[in-house]
């Protein structure tokens, strides 16, 4: 009888476990980590200072891909319950300055593949973008200051409607911050710097095994099982956590400023020139994005001339008096390569077209130091990077940013499947994974980044052949164009022909 009373109680507390666990994790309720209680979560059941508040995940930098971070947290049903702490010096974050549509652009912008408004679309941060200025283009036409070639592509060549989006950046950071306040997730914002990093031993009362202390700048800490480095280039977080890097400074400065002129532009436009790649960059009405690539002595001379003079220096750049012109029809009518392309509906039968000439400039010029950066390792004991802490790139394509928001979207999932299998998600094991993920394909995209810089570095007859041989080849190979624009726009990775 006894036994037959122990093996029914066994069998009803299986049952009831069984159902919980499957309750939480198949409903949208979430998952609470030790510690995560409702609230600040207090450490006295980690047997540490009972007075230190304890987070799940310490995001450091509340910056556009931090947040990315902590709107995907808050989206996904397995991570939206878990204690979320922002630091972040930034008086913005607190603030919540409104955005005035009537306001010139703002010069900071960056340019949004469509994989990343994908994942903007997922967490529901588009539909704020859409409330601000923002400027779809749904065509690019690339060529250099010898006349030797172009390249155009267009949105139709994929079977797409757009190419990108340029958005200015207070409009992609005040969008992830609409998203993350309206979606009723817990967080605190701690507008502090850190200080330190101090890594706490497990005890036989640390159900969650080890924390990180963090020591933040007004004296106070904090607990956390994960922490996030997504405070920039000069990431703190990598510091502390003695992670070490591998990269060079590029001899190139870049001069960002907004411009006007009389008519919309709707195409993105990039031209070499010998200092460096220029840009310009539709941002809505009349108005567009210059990011221009020269040496810092040339860069901190256009800064200071006249505005007029610098519009001057601008239309020439862009290729208006400037050397000669690419010819739609360079070797005897038609391109060498032109017979490779039968559709009639392809970019590769669309002419060589003069960007839209600048009449005034519409906002101060800013000015920053190029350079490549990539951390040897993405994840430590209880630590890891994403965005520009973990890498730095040349900005000649505009694929930093959306770099970072694919290590934000990629490290959300990581961590809502070590939730869902139960595994502390300060663990190396689990954050090798998220590792696993972006750096391959981050290292491909500064390759390719970096070896474009060095090629368009060099002026040599041989060389500057080589370079227009690529322009038709990109140009008129319709199967290599796709493979190009699907690359760039995020929904392929590298190797293009796997």
Known sequence: MKMNRLTSRRLVFNTRAWKLAHRILCSD??????????????????????????HDIAIIGGGMVGM?????????????QLNVAIIDSNPALQSGVGIKKEDPPDPRVSTVTPATITLFKDVDAWKYVEEHRHAYFDKMQVWDYTGLGYTRYNARDISKEVLGCVVENKVLHKS????????????????????????????SSSPGGSLAKLELSDGNSLYTKLVVGADGS????????????????????????TVEHTVENRCAWQRFIRSGPIALLPIGDKFSNIVWTMNPDEALTRKSMSGVDFIKEVNLALGYGSGPRPKSHLFGGRGPLSWLTADTE????????NPPQ???????????????????????????????AAHTVHPLAGQGVNMGFGDAFSLSKVIAEGIAVGADIGEVSLLKR?????????????AILDGFQKAYSVDFGPLNVLRAAAFQGAHYILPLKRKIISYASGEQRFPLFS
Not at 346 to 353: D, L, M, R
């Open 176 to 203: 992830l911050l609409s998203c993350l306040q309206n979606a009723g997730f817990q967080h605190n914002i701690y507008p502090l710097r850190l200080s330190s990093i101090t890594m706490q031993p497990s005890s």
């Open 358 to 388: 600048i009449t005034s400039l519409a906002s101060d010029r800013m000015v920053f130091p190029l350079s490549l950066n990539h951390a040897n390792s993405y994840a430590s004991k209880r630590v890891v990077l994403i965005g520009d």
């Open 434 to 446: 998220y590792e696993s993920d972006r750096k391959p394909a981050n290292m491909a995209m500064m």
């Open 234 to 257: 000069k990431s703190r977080v990598k510091e502390l956590a003695g992670i070490t890097s591998t990269g060079w400074k590029y001899p190139q400065n870049a001069i960002i400023c």
């Open 68 to 80: 990315a971070l902590a709107c995907s947290l808050a989206k996904m049903p397995l991570t939206n």
């Open 29 to 54: 309720a979430g998952v609470k980590l030790p510690g995560a209680e409702s609230g600040q979560g207090r450490a006295n059941e980690h047997g540490f200072d009972s007075n230190i508040p304890v």
């Open 346 to 353: 392809s970019s590769a039968k669309e002419c060589f077209e």
